[in-house]
């Protein structure tokens, strides 16, 4: 029995989900000086930094998509492990609750969510004994959409755009530019990477996840690996991916690299991609009170630098905003081209995965037409008889594309909202269709669940608090056009460019 366990880490979970370590935030404090302030990556910066202030304003999830909660546990010898991890899942459960985590724990077979973040492999706590008499807890919360993202190889294999990696740390170096090239805008770049060179395929994984506990401006022990990770950061963001996949100068904000010894037959190098919003934070606790004793991660007691000083906004408007008005017509909507920034009124849908699969055999609860489909899973509190929208950033949108163009043809869908961009099918809908894709910005789940001045209703909420349809009216809700209804693509357009730049880096 330690007293203040269950409450230490309460405390640790919604101060990880809030308040991005220093470490990260200069890195994206460089990140925001380094792009054009008037360009689309530019622009996505200074909303990820006026949502990075918010969040730790209004204690509320940086980003709506909590992640899969991951806990890193020293313990000294002897200290009741069984009775640790009981009081993590209360405390996780807690702060499900309060709305700190969203509810993300989903039956594989069923679809069914837990609705408190317990289940079978959630949360994932890890114990390792250690010859002191404190307890250290480390935790990172690690999103959906950058964790997609995460690549494994197997080397020697031939990589497009690089040619031959073979087993070698220039093989290495390889997978990871490509890992990065492949992620585009999907995991939220910028991003950092955690790589593991050898250990098997499950072990591979799991060291590279661990490399993402360093922080971005240390120096690797292993001169190796040092000079490794200096060569990758030196040259990546010159791959022109840029925030969001937008395109521009800045790609990724680290890259940590460590090694395993292998089987003679393996050579594995696996990529933990984890986007701007890296959130990892850990505490030392007194082993008899539970108290915390010390932050890791932070700068002593001191409270976190804002992004901005006060009083500033981020994201300024320039005035040649289109302000679009729900519900569209057809005309409005193929007036709207590849790069034009749109502020959007009034009604809008959220639906994602579970949603768009059964739009395939059921008829919406609601009507489309004219309509615009935000790909959120938002974090919700029940206020009353009410809800109340506490995170609501976009979520990653090519997960859609096996169904988008088909909702979009029967429902009279006019717009659909995301991030990271959609393929070949939902780019001939919008042609054909009269529809476009506006890209929101991935993480920035505060300032957007300040855009919604109501929750009108929600539908199919049996699909849990994430995947049901929220009725959402919004006000000045951001976005860049970036899939337009004349067949231009930003997504395929930097892609390629970016390909391009391959070519050239895997001669350096
Ligand atoms: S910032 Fe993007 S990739 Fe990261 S957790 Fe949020 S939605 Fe997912």
């Known amino acids: 029995m330690i007293p203040a366990f269950f409450n230490s880490i309460v405390t640790l979970i919604t101060r990880t989900s809030v308040d991005l370590p220093p470490d990260v935030r200069r890195a994206m404090r460089d990140a925001l000086g380094r792009e054009i302030p008037t360009s689309s990556g530019g622009q996505a910066l200074a909303i990820i930094a006026e949502n990075i202030d918010q969040a730790v304003e209004a204690e509320g999830p940086i980003c709506q998509d909590t992640g899969m909660p991951t806990f890193e546990v020293k313990v000294p010898v002897g200290a009741n492990q069984i009775w640790m991890e009981a009081r993590i899942r209360e405390a996780v459960a807690e702060a499900t609750r309060r709305g700190k985590l969203r509810p993300n724990s989903v039956d594989s077979i069923t679809g069914r969510n837990s609705g408190d973040n317990l289940g079978p492999g959630t949360p994932i706590v890890h114990f390792e004994q250690w010859e002191r008499d404190d307890i250290e807890v480390k935790l990172i919360l690690k999103g959906g959409g950058c964790e997609n993202t995460n690549a494994q190889y197997a080397l020697p294999l031939d990589l497009p755009h690089l040619g031959r990696a073979d087993r070698s740390l220039e093989g290495v170096r390889k997978c990871i530019l490509h890992a990065v090239w492949q992620a585009q805008g999907k995991g939220c770049s910028p991003g950092a990477v955690g790589v593991c060179i050898g250990g098997d395929r499950t072990s591979s994984y799991l060291h590279a996840k661990q490399q993402l506990f360093r922080t971005l401006d240390d120096v690797n022990p292993d001169e190796r690996l040092a ?259 004349h067949g231009h693509s930003l997504h395929k357009d930097v892609e390629q460019a970016s390909g391009e730049k391959l070519d050239l880096l895997a001669k350096v």
């Open 227 to 485: 000079a490794l990770e200096a060569q990758v950061m030196s040259t990546v963001n010159t791959l022109g991916v840029g925030p969001m996949g937008f395109g521009g100068d800045v790609s990724l904000i680290g890259c940590k690299v460590g090694a395993q010894n292998r089987l003679p037959a393996s050579f594995f190098v696996s990529v933990a991609y984890d986007c701007w919003a890296f959130r990892r934070l850990g505490v030392v606790l007194d082993a008899g009170t539970g108290e915390i004793t010390q932050w890791l991660y932070r700068d002593g007691d001191r409270p976190s630098q804002p992004m901005f000083e006060p009083g500033t906004v981020g994201f300024v408007r320039s005035g040649h905003e289109r302000v679009l008005t729900t519900p569209l017509d057809e005309a409005t909507v193929r007036s709207l081209k590849v790069g034009d920034v749109v502020m959007v009124n009034g009604r809008m849908y959220t639906g994602r995965d579970t949603v768009h699969h059964h739009l395939m055999a059921h008829e919406p609860p609601v009507d489309l037409r004219g309509g615009v489909i935000y790909h959120c899973g938002p974090v919700m509190v029940k206020e009353g008889e009410g809800w109340k929208m506490v995170a609501a950033g976009p979520t990653t949108s090519i997960r859609e594309e096996p169904y988008q163009a088909d909702v979009i043809a029967r429902y009279g869908v006019r717009a659909v909202i995301g991030k990271g961009g959609m393929g070949a099918k939902t780019l001939t809908a919008l042609a054909q269709h009269g529809a476009v894709y506006l890209n929101a910005i991935g993480g920035a789940a505060q300032f957007y669940a300040r855009t919604v001045k109501a929750v009108d209703g929600v539908s199919l909420l049996e699909f849990g608090v994430p995947e049901a349809m929220w009725h959402l009216t919004v006000a000045d809700f951001p976005a860049i056009v970036t899939m337009d209804a």
